[in-house]
């Protein structure tokens, strides 16, 4: 991986859906090179482009996260048996006072009770389970974007999308019918389909397609997002953090963090902790400078615990086996 292709990936997260020519533009190169290099990482699995059809937005799904703590030489069966669950979008073995930490979605409180009271710790190898409701998203995932391309250029690509990158999106519920469903299953396995192809698989004509495709899009329903490992654009420290922020400065201090490059996404939750979030840095000097300055200086904080991923096991919905180390490339 080269320069070209780390500002290629830089292009993707700021606009999934964006052409190769809206790309060649901001990358200053020619389309036909764009063209080959996205066929590459998306091919090789370096990058996935997927929408997402965003439980809160729809309000049909609620997150959770859940830190487990298991016996020795059992974090990893644990943990993979965690990531075979449906309900589970990411899974990461970590080191630190938790053993692994996943996010996982949840229809009604009954489900919630089962999960949290019944599956988890049914989970053979685990001894003590914490969770930690989600309750106001300050930064996804679909708005991470550490600095590979110029700001300007960023604000350009993302000025051409149609769905919100940013969080929080707006209260109202945004409604979803049968079709709606069959276009965002296909652009979860396939989220830069052309028009005619994503109606072909829908069973529906192109014109009807594009339509209730950006309409979900224009509501919040449906986001786009490009996913890539941190370690492939070189930021192999990987984090998760989980912060007792003073009640009265919780917003503010989620409002830093969710305006900081490294971070992928952070959340105020419910639990012994009220915010928490993932992390990404290119060494663990910069690790200590995140926890000491940016952690520090947040106004209210109380309490930090960061624990750094050893693996990531699932993300995005998608169980992924570890990147080899001569893959990840160094700044």
Known sequence: MDDLDRRIIGALMANPRASNAQISEVVFTSEATVSRRVSRLLGDGTVRVIGVLDGEATRRTRSLFVRLRCRPGEAHRSAERLAAWPECGSVKLLTGSVDCI??????????????TLEQLPA???VLAVWSNQVIRRFATPHSWLPELLADELVEQLRSQRLDPWHDPLPSRPAATDALDDRI???LARDGRLGWQRLAELC???PVTVRRR???????????MRT???PERIGLPVNAFVSLNVNPTQLGRAGELLAAHPSVLMIAATTGDRNLCGEIALASDAELYEFISETIGGLPGLQHADVAVALQSLKRAGLTRPRVPAELAITP
Request: avoid cysteine; glycine fraction near 8%; aromatic fraction near 2%.
């Open 102 to 115: 996943a996010e996982i979605s949840y229809t009604t409180n009954e489900h919630l009770l089962a999960i």
């Open 227 to 229: 996913v890539v490992e």
């Open 123 to 125: 989970l053979d190898g």
């Open 213 to 223: 495709t950006e309409a979900m899009m224009t509501s919040g329903a449906l986001r």
């Open 184 to 186: 965002a299953e296909s």
């Open 203 to 205: 069973g529906a004509n």
